[in-house]
């Protein structure tokens, strides 16, 4: 039998723990597609040419799109400069916990971006993979690149945490 005395105070607790720590709330959805990730790795081959598994890579274009997409709307950044609405993306990442994103010069000068002390995919990762693993990161990054700067881009894993290195780092190229 419904309580609903009990299940008013259950409701109540919860909403004041989200109110005073919402990343409690975020965290336990990102432990849920580390499980969903970790589930199709074990199950779909590993493809070369997108550094992990090409279905990983296009739900986080997908997902990356979208926020960028949100982003540049909700905060009105059409007219802004592109490094203003990169810099809208890079606190958005390092505040719902991904990673701390810096842009550096890697690979024959081409652009990338590096998280020190990885992505939360490679540290929650818990074990050496001998590879990268951040396909579903890379994959974001394009698709929230792709929105805020109105081109298309392909994002590749060249190092990674979970495969022994010491960060993560992505090499972002335009595609033609």
Request: hydrophobic share 40%; proline share 2%.
């Amino acid at each position: 039998m419904f309580d609903e005395d009990l299940y008013r105070k259950v409701d109540k607790t919860i909403k004041e723990l989200f109110a005073s720590n919402w990343e409690v709330g975020f965290d336990l959805w990102r432990r849920c597609l580390f499980n969903i990730q970790m589930l199709v790795e074990d199950t779909l081959p590993y493809d070369m040419r997108y550094g992990g598994i090409p279905f990983l890579y296009e739900a986080g274009y997908l997902s990356g799109k979208r926020i960028g997409e949100e982003l540049m709307d909700r905060f009105n950044l059409h007219n802004k400069s592109m490094k203003e609405r990169a810099y809208f993306m890079d606190a958005f990442v390092k505040n719902a916990g991904v990673g701390d994103p810096g842009f550096v010069t890697i690979l024959e000068g081409k652009k990338g971006i590096r998280f020190p002390g990885g992505t939360y995919f490679a540290k929650a990762y818990g074990r050496q993979a001998g590879h990268t693993i951040c396909t579903n990161t890379a994959g974001f990054i394009a698709g929230a690149t792709d929105a805020i700067t109105g081109k298309r881009w392909f994002v590749r894993e060249v190092k990674c945490l979970a495969a022994g290195d010491e960060y993560c780092e992505f090499v972002v190229e335009q595609k033609d």
